[in-house]
């Protein structure tokens, strides 16, 4: 049974940062396909960040240079660093797992299959 919890979301004011965790069991981090996904009210749901088996990652273009995603291997643990935060960064934050995807489908919400339950992040 794969379950992935999110925690880290609140509130944070303009610039200031945030780290997103994403604790995974029933899973490895290591072997799979993870991303961070986010939903602002009345906006379709959006890929933010990426990491692919091996390391590779992708950003969504208004995160980069902003957010990082990583993964702890000993804590089986996704992490999504982000720093400069504007109001416009303000959504639910859901974390999403794959055991297998391409790497030209990672931001693509329709790829994954398992979902956590979401942690909010509030930017004013």
């Known amino acids: 049974h794969v379950q992935l919890v999110e925690s880290g979301g609140g509130s944070v004011q303009v610039g200031g940062s945030l780290t997103l965790s994403c604790e995974a069991s029933?899973?490895?981090?290591?072997?799979?396909?993870m991303a961070w996904f986010r939903q602002a009210p009345g906006k379709e749901r959006e890929g933010v960040a990426a990491?692919?088996?091996?390391?590779?990652?992708r950003y969504v273009d208004s995160v980069k240079g902003r957010f990082t995603i990583s993964v702890d291997n000993a804590d089986n643990t996704l992490y999504l660093q982000m720093n400069s935060l504007t109001p416009g960064d303000t959504a639910m934050y859901y974390c999403?797992?794959?055991?297998?995807?391409?790497?030209?489908?990672?931001?693509?919400?329709?790829?994954?299959?398992?979902w956590g339950q979401g942690t909010q992040v509030t930017v004013s």
């Open positions: 999403a797992a794959v055991r297998a995807c391409s790497t030209e489908a990672l931001l693509r919400s329709d790829t994954y299959y398992y």
């Open positions: 990491i692919a088996r091996g390391g590779d990652k």
């Open positions: 029933g899973y490895s981090v290591s072997k799979g396909y």
